[in-house]
């Protein structure tokens, strides 16, 4: 894949735009991963309440949800350009350099986390036992790890669209297999409690939860500290503005939206069901849920299937995860070309999961990644929306030949001081310091801009507002007339064969639902452990031809006219 066709500095063309399943698919994938057999087994050890878990996931979900619906996919969709090209636009090549050595490193760290997760499902298969420490104490596990990151990072190379289509196929099976696994483990959770021999309401539920799953063992951690992590988990991604990467391929901004299929099933779901089915596994294995990894997890509530839902949860969400390092540090050099950083990247990553520390240590990880990320988030908010409402002009520092946009620089690496100096000084938790964090940022950007030249005028600023105007009426005229032929060529093209294939599909996730209620009924575990894995199979096989099939019709676009013609004879 060249640079050109994956669009590293250049707005996205309106032809390559992706649609509506596209995101959908891949929210629900990356945020259905192996990490939330991770975290859902955190917050058993956290010592938190089953009320704060579920109403505290609520609100934090519910706030990533809108900051990616406001804030991000408008910003996304309205430039059309990766984050690091925006970054340089506004920031400079100086900035953009140190931003995207740091940026890229904690991708690879967190892509590595998710290697590791897959890596600790293979290891099932040999044998090896439960690698939890800081250091890989099995040899095994160690070629096990670099043989999934080298599948993983054969997937990231090949590029944005291809890793939507993964997702787009796994994510119904992954989510399901979320829910079937908790269901699975219940009745083994029901028997070891006290007074209670069966749920037959909420309350029955939340008493459950209460004494065997989230127990309140007053540690200080509660409701807010629970919604405050839900929002800051994926930070880096929404308020720091990483997934301008992959929402600049959406044709509209509400595709933002699509975030709640990862929160709320991926975030939501995803953890209160890893939480039972560690509680579960470590009833089963009578040892504690802090020396399990997620493949013992899995493996005991659905056996086989859950050595598979491991590896592809992994898969999912280290192959966007490695696809945005390689932009990054692509972004240092053109010349280097994504494939051959993407390439190199995937190998550091791969090294780095090794070492199964990468995920043991994961939520103290992505609080302080996201708000590594925040202050920058801040900075490209404030020039795309605050300054035209404020009469500073956008991309000042671009228009006065500067190299480096100072006042840029000092904000963040200033609100990286003053986030370290109240998380160390015990003013804040690492979770509260985003809001206070942002609007330091906030002021002290408008403030040194102004400073600085921002609130000048620039003669090149109306040339670059027209051809920008230019580009977008452009995409809306482009987008009006393959709305407008897109339905008809769908309802056409459509086989009888790819239709049978998607309807034999949902049937083989409904057999596998199915088989975890008979299971959560009869309280019969190797139901599901012998008999998952064949609705499965059959699932993966319809559902992946019946994409390809549909992904024909997709990329038939209306046919070539005047508007193509000047499509092709634009920037574009």
Known sequence: MSTAEEFETQPVSPNKLQSANTFAGSYAG??????????????VSWGVGASDILLGLLLGNLLAVLTWGLITAPIATDTRLTLYAYLEKIAGPGTIKLYSVINGILFCVLAGAMITVSASAVRVLFDIPPQVDW???????????????????????KGFEKLAAFAEICAPWMILMFIVGALVLLPTIVSATNGVNSISSFTDFLNIASQSIWVDT????????????AWVANLAMHGGMGDMTLLRFARYS????????????????????????????????????????????????????????????????SNPTIYRAGLAFSSLNQKWGRTKVTVVVGIVTTIIACFPFVFSQLLGFVGIMGLMMAPVGA??????????????????????????????????????????????SGTLHLFFILIPIWIFATLLYCGLAYAMGAKDTYSEQAIAE??????????????????????TLQKESLSMMTRAAFIVSYLALFVCACLGVFSYINQDIEL???????????????????????????????PADVLEQELAASKY
């Open 30 to 43: 990356e945020h259905v991963a192996g990490t939330e057999f991770v975290i859902g087994a955190l917050f």
């Open 135 to 157: 250091y890989p104490t099995d040899l095994r596990f160690v070629l096990v790890a670099l043989g999934v990151g080298a599948v993983v990072v054969f997937m990231a190379v």
């Open 528 to 558: 599901v452990r012998t008999w998952l894995i064949v609705p499965t199979l059959i699932y993966f096989v319809t559902a992946t031809f019946a994409y390809l099939q549909k992904s024909k019709v997709a990329h038939d676009e209306p």
């Open 466 to 487: 027209s051809a920008e105007a230019e580009r977008k009426s452009t995409e809306a005229a482009y987008l009006k007339r393959f709305e407008s032929n897109k339905e």
């Open 254 to 317: 509400r595709y933002g939206y699509f975030s709640a299929l990862g929160m709320f099933i991926g975030h939501y779901l995803a953890w209160i069901c890893a939480g039972i089915m560690g509680a579960g596994a470590a009833i089963l294995l009578n040892t504690t849920i802090v020396a399990l990894d997620p493949g013992s997890v899995a493996f005991q509530a659905l056996g086989t299937c859950g050595i598979i839902a491991v590896i592809i949860a992994g898969w999912t969400t």
């Open 218 to 229: 007053d540690s200080g951690i509660g409701f807010w500290h629970v919604a405050a992590f």
């Open 379 to 424: 900075v490209i908010v404030a020039e795309h929306w605050l300054f035209p409402r404020i009469g500073f002009t956008r991309y000042w520092s671009k228009y006065k030949g500067n190299t480096t946009n100072y006042a840029a620089i000092i904000t963040w690496l200033s609100s990286l001081a003053v986030s370290y100096l109240l998380e160390t």
